[in-house]
């Protein structure tokens, strides 16, 4: 009995030791998360640009370490990289989630900035202007409101406020790395107010005294020469038709020659708008060729832009 009994003793600890040393390698394979390294990582694929690998990273870290130190650090990162991802809508979403947690914080600035720029770059102006003057009036103290003035800057003359975009430049401080981009700015900034615009109300009177000269007037002279034969030869037909008492017919050519005698007025009006836009966006490209916008973070946490201008 007793024989049996250590039998059995052994044979159970034996089968112990072999079944953790078999289970040893399936242990020795599990994947223990680290949080250091999990957003070392994300923050990688983040410089490296690859932004839609970066965004499910940060929102692993989120799930997996909630009360971790860095946590609102990579809510902002998990923005900033939809951001750069122009997944707007979705970029905003996370920045109103950060300033409702701390709406006085620096990070919330920073958040508030990329609203704006959101706006900006889906070019919905006056939606941007007020994050960024947001940004000015509270963080004054900060070169990200110097960043913001010269953003507002920018958004004032993509809507044609020449006069507003120049102030907005001269705001920006002494000894920001705005200010010598913004001087010249301010300055050539109000050339705006002068470029060489046509009439829209003079295009569509022109072109209701002789169809086509509404065209000719903003250099469409192909439109002017096409809306000359096609209103003139409908006009022909039309008293051809009522001359050999075609009556119907000529009331017909009559009814179709008034619409495209108003459209020939409505196109050259509208040629003389898109002439004027293609001058200011012509003359804004000039300003502001090759814009370069990065967001750096820094380990204190500070906010750095480069945008860079060509002129």
């Known amino acids: 009995m007793l024989r049996r009994r250590v039998i059995f003793v052994l044979a159970l600890i034996g089968g112990t030791v072999l079944l953790s040393w078999r289970a040893h390698p399936v242990f020795g394979d599990q994947i223990i998360l680290d949080g250091r390294e999990q957003m070392n990582y994300a923050v990688s694929l983040m410089k490296d640009g690859n932004y839609a690998l970066a965004i499910g990273e940060f929102e692993r ?6 009360e971790d130190p860095d946590i609102t650090k990579a809510r902002y990162l998990m923005g900033f990289c939809r951001f750069r991802n122009r997944e707007y809508e979705a970029a905003r979403k996370t920045f109103f989630q950060l300033i409702e947690i701390g709406p006085t914080s620096l990070i919330a600035g920073k958040a508030i900035f990329l609203i704006g720029e959101s706006y900006y770059q889906q070019r919905v102006y006056q939606e941007a202007e007020r994050y960024f003057t947001e940004v000015v009036e509270r963080y004054s103290h900060l070169e990200l409101k ?8 920018w958004t004032k003359m993509n809507q044609d406020m020449w006069q507003e975009a120049s102030q907005a430049f001269q705001r920006v401080d002494q000894e920001s790395s705005y200010y ?25 009177s022109l072109a209701a005294i002789v169809p086509g000269s509404g065209h000719v007037y903003v250099s469409r002279y192909r439109d002017g020469i096409i809306a000359l034969l096609i209103n003139g030869l409908f006009i022909w037909g039309a008293i051809e038709s009522f001359d050999e008492d075609h009556e119907a017919l000529g009331t017909l050519l009559t009814l179709v020659e008034i619409g495209w005698y108003g459209g020939n ?27 370069n916008f990065d967001l750096l973070i820094s380990k204190e946490d500070r906010i750095g832009l480069a945008l860079t201008y060509r002129f």
């Open 146 to 153: 110097n960043a913001a003035l010269f953003r507002l800057g």
């Open 180 to 204: 010598e981009r913004s001087r010249k700015l301010a300055q050539k900034g109000l050339a705006g107010e002068t470029l060489p615009q046509k009439s829209p109300g003079l295009a569509g």
């Open 61 to 66: 870290f989120v799930h997996f370490f909630p």
């Open 265 to 291: 007025i409505y196109s050259a009006v509208s040629a003389a708008h898109k002439h004027n836009r293609n001058v200011k966006d012509k003359f804004r490209r000039g300003l502001k060729e090759d814009l």
